[in-house]
């Protein structure tokens, strides 16, 4: 079992920065690769962002792609998302995820944090 715990969300104007991190326990977090998700009210989870387990690679959604940077710390357990140039369109709640694989689906994760909103004021 791994836990996960998400913070750093919160209310920024257009354009302004945040960054999310999410804390694991449990299980060797070091062996998990770790994405970020979002979901929007009324629409569903969709993939943000992805990292490998070494954290020698990563990928992302075309949507985030230049402004969003994922980055993890396997020393200190955690997996963070830097948040550049937010949107509007932005505004969801986080959850990040680990799983076995570096995938962008969200039955490819069998762990899950709880969320974080953040929210993006025009």
């Known amino acids: 079992q791994v836990q996960l715990v998400e913070s750093g969300g919160g209310l920024v104007q257009a354009g302004g920065s945040l960054r999310l991190s999410c804390a694991a326990s449990?299980?060797?977090?070091?062996?998990?690769?770790m994405g970020w998700f979002r979901q929007a009210p009324g629409k569903e989870r969709e993939f943000v962002a992805g990292i490998r387990w070494a954290g020698d690679s990563t990928f992302y959604a075309d949507s985030v792609k230049g402004r969003f940077t994922i980055s993890r710390d396997n020393a200190k357990n955690t997996v963070y998302l830097q948040m550049n140039g937010l949107k509007p369109e932005d505004t969801a709640v986080y959850y990040c995820a680990a799983g076995t694989f570096l995938l962008s689906t969200v039955r490819g994760y069998d762990y899950w944090g709880q969320g974080t909103q953040v929210t993006v004021s025009s």
């Open positions: 449990g299980r060797t977090f070091g062996g998990y690769a």
